[in-house]
């Protein structure tokens, strides 16, 4: 299979979708970037998606025909076991292992972290940042000296996480930053993560502005 035919169906604010870009940007494979609007979803897209839900890889065969993948670890994993350039998952199976249960403990941390940014009003926040907090306090003890999840390489943990952290940048500091008070590890590895050129790349350059149009739009207590 010719690693120039993937196409990744996207939105533009999915964090799912930020994982496997992720993947794919530091794998070094080229791809297509298709984005579909979730309020009005095409029927091409609904009959390709089990879940209606992105995102979607659609491989191409050079016979014309394709498959596709859904479901955003599935594509990640594949993209690991398939496609050359540097090893996202440790080569230690007991190490290997661990990073796959903070990858579930991530999934875990962004529906938290969705919960409080699309909370409507100061006491509901309140609520959801306890589950939150609690997370990032088990984050904290569980990290390392960084740069990364694992020390100096770029995981699979860590593209699981970089898009739970950019949420918050941007936002108005009174409203999110004492949520990480108190954690340096976390705010470093935030740094780092925010810093990396697939992360960045992951996402569109107008994020900032589309997820504040998302919160105005849910009448987020956030909201700018």
């Known amino acids: 299979m010719s690693t120039s035919a ?3 169906i996207s939105h533009p604010l999915c964090p799912f979708v930020q994982r496997a870009a992720i993947v794919l940007l530091e794998k070094g494979i ?4 298709i984005d579909v609007d979730l309020s ?3 029927a091409w897209f609904l009959a390709m998606s089990p879940t209606s839900k992105v995102p979607l890889l659609k491989i191409h065969g050079n016979d014309g025909t394709h498959k596709v993948l859904f ?3 599935a594509i990640c994993e594949y993209l690991e076991e398939t496609q050359a350039g540097t090893p996202l998952h440790p080569s230690d199976p007991l190490v290997r292992a661990q990073h796959r249960a903070w990858i579930e403990f991530g999934s875990a941390t962004l529906a938290d972290a969705w919960g409080y940014l699309n909370a409507k009003d ?3 926040a309140s609520m959801k940042a306890v ?3 609690d997370k990032l306090d088990r984050l904290e003890d569980a990290l390392g000296t960084g740069p990364y999840f694992g020390g100096d390489q770029f995981s699979m943990v860590d593209a699981v996480f970089a898009p739970v952290f950019r949420y918050f940048e941007g936002l108005a ?3 999110n930053s004492a949520l990480f008070e108190g954690m340096p590890k976390i705010g470093a590895w935030r740094y780092s993560l ?4 697939s992360v960045i790349a992951a996402a569109p350059s107008d994020y900032a502005a589309l997820f504040h149009a998302h919160l105005q739009r849910y009448d987020s207590w956030l909201a700018p």
């Open 40 to 42: 009005e979803k095409p």
């Open 30 to 33: 080229p791809f297509t970037r």
């Open 131 to 133: 589950a939150f907090r």
């Open 173 to 175: 500091p009174d409203k």
């Open 194 to 197: 925010a810093a990396r050129p």
């Open 71 to 73: 479901e955003s670890m």
């Open 6 to 8: 993937l196409s990744l």
């Open 122 to 124: 100061f006491t509901a």
